[in-house]
């Protein structure tokens, strides 16, 4: 899988520090218009694509069948091939001091249809809507966040970076074949 972008390493942190690899996957499911299916966070007004992280018994593409489906509603979500992946080097959530280097995995997925999400714990209280956009609209709206209260508690100034790092990606691929 090839790598996108450059690491990104939260303000502060030294590589040295890293005490916790997590691995995660993440899909990107386009449809006919070229719009990019989201999940919308109500509670943090931002954009992530679909995914997270992967548990010790899964691999990874079992990990992201399990959350388009919590997430999304997927009906019959497919992996169809890998993506890139993204480096980051950052705080835990939620005032949690440990020095992480997250590995995102992206696959280009496709899924027939929506239906009931299955969220849980914290993507309940965060609000996780399923949301076609437009690349464009995306990354215009996440830059115009990123620099919010709640994008700058320690753990969170990296992840829409990533987003917005995968998102021009993607962008100039598909410019590319048009």
Sequence with gaps: MTKIGNTIIEEGIEEKEIQIIRKTARAIILNDKKEVLMAYSNYYNDFMFPGGGIHHYENPLEALIREMKEELGAINPKIKEPFGYTEEIRYGYHGDHRVFHQISNYYVCEIEGLGEQQLKGNECFYGILPTWSKIDEVIRHNCQILKDEKHQQKGLKT??????????KLKEIMDEKI
Excluded: A, G, S
Excluded at 159 to 168: A, D, I, S
């Design 159 to 168: 992840v829409l970076l990533r987003e917005n790092q995968v998102l021009t």
